[in-house]
Protein backbone atom coordinates (compact mmCIF):
# COMPACT_ATOMS: atom_id res chain seq x y z
CA UNK A 1 0.00 0.00 0.00
CA UNK A 2 1.63 3.26 -0.84
CA UNK A 3 1.88 5.78 1.90
CA UNK A 4 3.38 9.17 2.39
CA UNK A 5 4.24 10.90 5.41
CA UNK A 6 5.00 14.67 5.68
CA UNK A 7 7.18 15.89 9.06
CA UNK A 8 6.92 18.00 10.65
CA UNK A 9 3.10 18.47 11.02
CA UNK A 10 3.69 21.94 11.76
CA UNK A 11 6.75 25.07 11.35
CA UNK A 12 6.87 28.57 12.83
CA UNK A 13 9.69 29.94 11.30
CA UNK A 14 10.96 33.82 11.35
CA UNK A 15 10.94 35.94 7.96
CA UNK A 16 13.81 35.56 5.96
CA UNK A 17 14.40 31.82 8.54
CA UNK A 18 15.39 29.17 5.45
CA UNK A 19 14.19 26.02 6.42
CA UNK A 20 13.45 22.05 4.79
CA UNK A 21 9.96 20.06 4.69
CA UNK A 22 10.19 16.55 4.21
CA UNK A 23 8.16 13.76 2.53
CA UNK A 24 8.81 9.87 2.99
CA UNK A 25 7.19 7.76 0.88
CA UNK A 26 6.75 4.41 -0.19
CA UNK A 27 5.10 3.35 -3.45
CA UNK A 28 5.22 0.40 -6.04
CA UNK A 29 7.17 2.18 -8.79
CA UNK A 30 6.98 6.29 -8.75
CA UNK A 31 5.22 7.70 -11.75
CA UNK A 32 5.30 11.02 -10.07
CA UNK A 33 5.67 13.12 -6.59
CA UNK A 34 4.00 16.09 -6.62
CA UNK A 35 4.25 19.05 -3.86
CA UNK A 36 1.33 21.49 -3.62
CA UNK A 37 0.00 24.12 -1.08
CA UNK A 38 -2.89 24.42 0.32
CA UNK A 39 -4.29 28.23 1.84
CA UNK A 40 -6.96 27.84 4.63
CA UNK A 41 -10.62 27.25 2.98
CA UNK A 42 -8.85 26.76 -0.96
CA UNK A 43 -8.12 23.66 -2.83
CA UNK A 44 -4.56 22.63 -3.32
CA UNK A 45 -2.25 24.89 -5.53
CA UNK A 46 -0.29 22.58 -7.81
CA UNK A 47 3.88 23.75 -7.15
CA UNK A 48 6.03 20.86 -8.45
CA UNK A 49 6.12 17.02 -9.74
CA UNK A 50 9.56 15.23 -9.73
CA UNK A 51 9.92 12.07 -11.63
CA UNK A 52 12.83 10.37 -10.74
CA UNK A 53 15.94 10.38 -8.15
CA UNK A 54 18.40 13.81 -8.25
CA UNK A 55 15.78 15.59 -10.04
CA UNK A 56 15.52 19.39 -8.94
CA UNK A 57 12.32 21.84 -9.54
CA UNK A 58 12.42 25.66 -8.53
CA UNK A 59 10.03 28.40 -8.10
CA UNK A 60 10.68 31.63 -6.29
CA UNK A 61 11.29 30.82 -3.10
CA UNK A 62 10.97 27.54 -2.97
CA UNK A 63 12.98 24.34 -4.42
CA UNK A 64 11.69 20.64 -4.49
CA UNK A 65 14.22 17.85 -4.79
CA UNK A 66 13.76 14.20 -4.92
CA UNK A 67 15.83 10.77 -3.49
CA UNK A 68 14.23 7.10 -3.30
CA UNK A 69 12.76 7.32 -0.54
CA UNK A 70 11.99 11.08 -0.17
CA UNK A 71 11.27 14.60 -1.05
CA UNK A 72 12.19 17.85 0.63
CA UNK A 73 10.41 21.08 0.25
CA UNK A 74 13.55 23.71 0.77
CA UNK A 75 12.08 27.03 1.66
CA UNK A 76 14.83 30.14 1.01
CA UNK A 77 14.12 33.20 2.59
CA UNK A 78 10.37 33.21 3.49
CA UNK A 79 7.54 35.70 3.69
CA UNK A 80 4.44 35.91 5.60
CA UNK A 81 2.40 34.97 2.19
CA UNK A 82 4.27 31.45 1.96
CA UNK A 83 2.39 30.61 5.22
CA UNK A 84 0.20 27.93 4.12
CA UNK A 85 0.05 23.76 4.40
CA UNK A 86 2.13 21.95 2.01
CA UNK A 87 0.79 18.98 0.98
CA UNK A 88 3.34 15.90 -1.09
CA UNK A 89 1.73 13.46 -2.55
CA UNK A 90 2.69 10.19 -4.85
CA UNK A 91 1.22 8.83 -7.71
CA UNK A 92 1.83 5.03 -8.32
CA UNK A 93 3.57 3.61 -11.88
CA UNK A 94 0.77 1.21 -11.98
CA UNK A 95 -3.07 0.51 -10.70
CA UNK A 96 -4.63 3.38 -8.83
CA UNK A 97 -4.53 6.67 -10.99
CA UNK A 98 -5.35 9.23 -8.00
CA UNK A 99 -2.94 10.40 -5.76
CA UNK A 100 -1.77 9.58 -2.50
CA UNK A 101 -1.50 12.11 -0.25
CA UNK A 102 0.50 12.72 3.23
CA UNK A 103 -0.81 14.48 6.48
CA UNK A 104 0.54 17.93 5.07
CA UNK A 105 3.05 20.47 6.60
CA UNK A 106 1.57 23.93 8.65
CA UNK A 107 3.88 26.45 7.79
CA UNK A 108 3.71 30.09 9.49
CA UNK A 109 5.86 32.55 8.69
CA UNK A 110 5.96 35.26 11.10
CA UNK A 111 7.16 38.96 9.93
CA UNK B 1 -2.90 26.75 -17.01
CA UNK B 2 -5.62 24.64 -16.06
CA UNK B 3 -8.82 25.68 -13.91
CA UNK B 4 -11.19 23.50 -12.18
CA UNK B 5 -14.23 25.02 -10.61
CA UNK B 6 -16.24 23.79 -7.91
CA UNK B 7 -19.38 25.21 -6.98
CA UNK B 8 -21.03 25.84 -4.92
CA UNK B 9 -18.50 26.73 -2.69
CA UNK B 10 -20.47 26.56 0.41
CA UNK B 11 -23.74 25.23 1.75
CA UNK B 12 -25.58 25.00 4.55
CA UNK B 13 -28.58 22.21 4.93
CA UNK B 14 -31.17 20.56 7.38
CA UNK B 15 -29.86 16.94 8.07
CA UNK B 16 -31.70 14.81 5.61
CA UNK B 17 -31.38 16.88 2.70
CA UNK B 18 -29.76 16.04 -0.48
CA UNK B 19 -26.80 18.09 -1.84
CA UNK B 20 -25.32 18.43 -5.32
CA UNK B 21 -21.86 19.66 -5.94
CA UNK B 22 -20.57 20.53 -9.22
CA UNK B 23 -17.01 20.20 -10.95
CA UNK B 24 -15.78 21.37 -14.07
CA UNK B 25 -12.71 21.75 -15.69
CA UNK B 26 -12.87 24.74 -17.59
CA UNK B 27 -9.97 25.13 -20.28
CA UNK B 28 -8.86 20.91 -20.75
CA UNK B 29 -10.82 17.78 -21.21
CA UNK B 30 -10.74 15.25 -18.43
CA UNK B 31 -12.20 11.78 -18.85
CA UNK B 32 -11.41 11.05 -15.02
CA UNK B 33 -12.31 13.05 -12.18
CA UNK B 34 -11.43 12.63 -8.17
CA UNK B 35 -13.19 13.41 -5.49
CA UNK B 36 -11.48 13.91 -1.88
CA UNK B 37 -12.87 14.35 1.24
CA UNK B 38 -10.89 16.47 4.18
CA UNK B 39 -11.21 17.01 7.48
CA UNK B 40 -10.19 19.93 10.02
CA UNK B 41 -6.44 19.86 9.90
CA UNK B 42 -6.26 16.33 7.50
CA UNK B 43 -5.04 15.75 4.58
CA UNK B 44 -7.04 14.70 1.56
CA UNK B 45 -9.09 11.71 1.13
CA UNK B 46 -9.75 9.90 -2.19
CA UNK B 47 -13.45 8.96 -1.95
CA UNK B 48 -13.91 7.93 -5.32
CA UNK B 49 -12.66 7.81 -9.24
CA UNK B 50 -15.00 9.42 -11.78
CA UNK B 51 -14.22 8.33 -15.32
CA UNK B 52 -16.74 10.02 -18.11
CA UNK B 53 -19.30 8.05 -19.56
CA UNK B 54 -19.28 5.07 -16.73
CA UNK B 55 -19.68 4.32 -13.52
CA UNK B 56 -17.69 5.50 -10.70
CA UNK B 57 -14.68 3.46 -9.15
CA UNK B 58 -15.12 4.07 -5.40
CA UNK B 59 -12.71 3.60 -2.51
CA UNK B 60 -13.28 1.53 0.67
CA UNK B 61 -15.71 2.63 3.27
CA UNK B 62 -17.19 5.19 1.07
CA UNK B 63 -20.91 4.37 0.59
CA UNK B 64 -21.53 4.74 -3.47
CA UNK B 65 -25.86 4.59 -2.23
CA UNK B 66 -25.10 7.97 0.04
CA UNK B 67 -22.60 9.48 -2.54
CA UNK B 68 -23.60 9.66 -6.11
CA UNK B 69 -21.50 10.64 -8.49
CA UNK B 70 -22.30 11.20 -12.24
CA UNK B 71 -19.82 12.14 -15.20
CA UNK B 72 -21.55 12.91 -18.24
CA UNK B 73 -19.01 14.80 -20.04
CA UNK B 74 -15.55 15.34 -20.57
CA UNK B 75 -15.71 18.86 -18.52
CA UNK B 76 -18.57 18.06 -15.95
CA UNK B 77 -18.69 15.38 -13.26
CA UNK B 78 -21.39 16.08 -10.33
CA UNK B 79 -21.06 14.59 -6.47
CA UNK B 80 -24.26 14.39 -5.08
CA UNK B 81 -24.78 13.64 -0.84
CA UNK B 82 -28.33 11.76 -0.37
CA UNK B 83 -29.71 12.44 2.59
CA UNK B 84 -26.62 14.33 4.33
CA UNK B 85 -26.86 13.87 7.95
CA UNK B 86 -24.03 15.68 10.39
CA UNK B 87 -21.43 13.03 10.04
CA UNK B 88 -21.58 14.10 6.77
CA UNK B 89 -20.16 17.73 7.48
CA UNK B 90 -17.13 18.15 5.84
CA UNK B 91 -15.06 19.90 2.97
CA UNK B 92 -15.17 18.33 -0.83
CA UNK B 93 -12.90 19.12 -3.34
CA UNK B 94 -12.76 17.90 -6.60
CA UNK B 95 -9.85 17.16 -8.85
CA UNK B 96 -9.37 16.20 -12.85
CA UNK B 97 -6.39 15.99 -14.81
CA UNK B 98 -5.83 16.84 -18.11
CA UNK B 99 -7.08 13.42 -20.41
CA UNK B 100 -4.02 13.64 -23.28
CA UNK B 101 -1.53 13.87 -21.19
CA UNK B 102 -1.30 11.58 -17.90
CA UNK B 103 1.31 12.82 -16.44
CA UNK B 104 -0.13 16.02 -16.06
CA UNK B 105 -0.71 16.86 -12.16
CA UNK B 106 -4.22 17.23 -10.84
CA UNK B 107 -5.68 20.14 -10.73
CA UNK B 108 -8.00 21.33 -8.09
CA UNK B 109 -11.51 23.13 -7.07
CA UNK B 110 -11.54 25.48 -4.20
CA UNK B 111 -13.72 23.21 -2.85
CA UNK B 112 -17.38 23.12 -1.26
CA UNK B 113 -17.71 23.32 2.59
CA UNK B 114 -21.03 21.03 3.48
CA UNK B 115 -22.62 21.83 6.81
CA UNK B 116 -25.76 19.87 7.31
CA UNK B 117 -27.79 21.27 10.66
Known amino acids: EDQVTQSPEALRLQEGESSSLNCSYT??????LFWYRQDPGKGPEFLFT???AGEEKEKERLKATLTKKESFLHITAPKPEDSATYLCAVRPATGRRALTFGSGTRLQVQP | GAVVSQHPSWVICKSGTSVKIECRSL??????MFWYRQFPKQSLMLMATSNEGSKATYEQGVEKDKFLINHASLTLSTLTVTSAHPEDSSFYIC?????????????FGDGTRLSIL
Open chain 2, 27 to 32: DFQATT
Open chain 1, 27 to 32: VSGLRG
Open chain 2, 95 to 107: SARDSEYSNQPQH
Open chain 1, 50 to 52: LYS
